[in-house]
């Protein structure tokens, strides 16, 4: 496919005049190559911009007083600032128009007052192939080439050319100033890394129409409009104006206000249109776009004219599939406990790396008592209360770097002061077994934001801990119903904990026996590490 016919289908996808099959050419073109995929957004904005200046409440009536203006003068030139001021939005408020349209109204317009006489169709040959002019009307080359024009027709082409030559005056003099002007502000950073070699935007920057890229950390914009959305890096985004971006790669998540309903997120698969709303966007490499909504509803719709094309209407704790051609996935779902979306930037200073057996629940659970949370294969990990000033001496915590185990370091360390401030998480493991499989085990690894002040692992401690970090709408296990800390050696099952030199690092292997019930008493693992309390949440860098 050549440029010329990308772009043709791409105005036709925009303008929700595609039919299946060009969609079909149009998806397969923007697959095969990542800049397929950027030079669509830019063209996007370009058509944005048109539909931004040429805002006049009756342009062929315009375009008709123009031409009427010109066909009857002698020679005299037109007025360019009486054009600019016919064509002011502020004066003429309407819907958009496409630039593309203004030859049809034109050539409607200028037929009631020219005479035409139809020309007579030669005979065909290879050579003499019919060709459609800007005006829409049929001619034949070997026509235009031996017949010489009459005077009214002359005149109307000349007309017609001198207004599109004003027409495209006007659009480049209201187009500079409406590109140059920023329509977003990037108002809080959290370790936010633009692309090497790029504009590196500092803490508050006004942000203009165009492409940008970020590699790592989140960064927060706010729209004019009054939509605020976070970039998660590494991000490959567009912004289109004051209520629309693409996103091209990476993550998003938005928080609409009422003055920014019908925000927009292009994806190269997918369209999503705000209803008033807190949701977010994640666009793999393929171009496979999920969308998960917090608050209120978004449309989900797939790539315009595709085969199957449908949408779906998400609702508050629901999230849809586009898949990579385009088609919207039958089955929504209920958004997971562990789903991969940051959702504000103070969220953001509370970023977990977790890798081995444990998943991240974002979304803390509401019970780890007794039989309430079991898995097959995996440890949880959640935040609990953050900010907490401890008002005394926390004693029974483990602290310095090294192994914990049978034959290493003591498993104690040195209290945490009084007047610390720390965050908290829980690490839980209670293991989905039978009979048959008395023993079960994990290994995993969690890297935290801020350095580790105290990691609470003893029974007794973990019961005493629960009022001052526990959450309170999880419920925690009673004295009577189970054991909890890890083990040193004797018990549920042999467990080993490493803090690592960095002091923001633990490993742990935990290891339960389900054959061990004494006196109806249940053993599983867990674990309550205490860090260093997050700093204000717009920090910038």
Not at 337 to 355: G, K, N, Y
Request: with cysteine; aromatic share 8%.
């Amino acid at each position: 496919m050549t440029k010329e016919q990308a772009i043709q289908l791409i105005y036709a996808y925009l303008d929700d005049s595609l039919s299946e099959q060009d969609a079909a050419r149009l998806r397969d073109w923007l697959a095969e190559s990542p800049d397929h995929v950027t030079f669509y957004g830019e063209l996007s904005l370009v058509h944005t911009g048109i539909h931004r200046v040429l805002e006049v409440r009756d342009l062929g009536h315009s375009m008709h007083t123009l031409l009427k203006a010109e066909d009857s003068a002698t020679g005299d030139v037109v007025d360019l600032e009486s054009v600019l001021a016919q064509y002011s939005p502020e004066q003429n408020p309407t819907d958009p128009i496409p630039l593309r349209d203004l030859p049809e109204i034109d050539a409607a317009a200028a037929r009631k007052n020219v005479k035409r006489r139809p020309a007579a169709r030669p005979a065909d040959d290879e050579d003499n192939e019919p060709v459609v002019n800007m005006f829409g009307v049929r001619v034949y080359r070997k026509t235009v080439e031996r017949t010489a024009a009459p005077r009214s027709t002359r005149r109307f082409m000349a007309a017609a050319v001198v207004l599109l030559a004003v027409l495209a005056g006007v659009w480049w003099v209201n187009q500079l100033p409406a590109w140059d002007q920023p329509v977003a502000t990037l108002q809080g950073n959290n370790g936010l890394v633009w692309e090497d070699g790029g504009t590196q935007w500092p803490l508050n920057s006004r942000l203009k129409p165009g492409r940008y890229t970020t590699t790592a950390g989140f960064g927060e914009i706010v729209f004019d409009r009054g939509a605020t959305v976070l970039l998660q890096g590494p991000c490959e985004f567009i912004i289109a104006n004051d209520n629309e971006l693409t996103l091209t790669s990476g993550k998003i998540a938005a928080q609409i206000t009422p003055s920014a309903v019908n925000f927009t997120v292009n994806t190269p698969r997918a369209k999503v249109v705000d209803l008033g709303t807190e949701f977010c966007v994640a666009v793999a490499p393929n171009g496979t776009t999920l969308t998960a909504v917090f608050d209120g509803t978004v449309d989900l719709a797939g790539f315009k004219g595709a085969k199957d094309h449908n949408n779906v209407l998400l609702g508050a704790g629901w999230q849809g599939t586009v898949d990579h051609k385009g088609r919207v996935e039958p089955a929504t779902t209920q958004i997971p406990p562990d789903h991969a979306f940051t959702r504000s930037l103070a969220e953001s200073h509370h970023e977990l790396a977790v890798d081995g057996q444990v998943k991240w629940y974002r979304r803390p659970p509401a019970n780890v008592r007794l039989d309430a949370l079991k898995t097959k294969g995996y440890a949880v990990v959640f935040a609990e209360r953050r900010g907490v000033v401890l008002d005394e001496v926390f004693e029974n915590v483990l602290v310095d770097a090294g192994t914990y185990g049978e034959e290493d370091l003591h498993w104690y360390s040195e209290p945490i002061p009084k007047g610390t401030v720390v965050d908290s998480y829980l690490v839980h493991y209670e293991p989905d077994i039978t009979l048959d499989e008395p023993t079960a085990s994990v290994s995993l690894t969690i890297a935290f934001p801020r350095p580790i002040r105290g990691v609470v692992w003893h029974n007794k401690s973990l019961f005493a801990s629960d009022g001052r970090f526990g959450l309170p709408r999880t419920e925690y296990p009673t004295w009577d119903s189970q054991v909890r800390g890890i083990d040193t050696g004797i018990g549920d099952g042999t467990d080993d904990l490493i803090i690592h030199p960095d002091g923001r690092t633990i490993t742990l292997h935990l290891e339960v026996n389900n054959n061990a019930r004494r006196n109806n008493v249940i053993f599983c693992d867990q674990v309550r590490v205490l860090i260093e309390s997050d700093p204000p949440s717009n920090e910038g860098s």
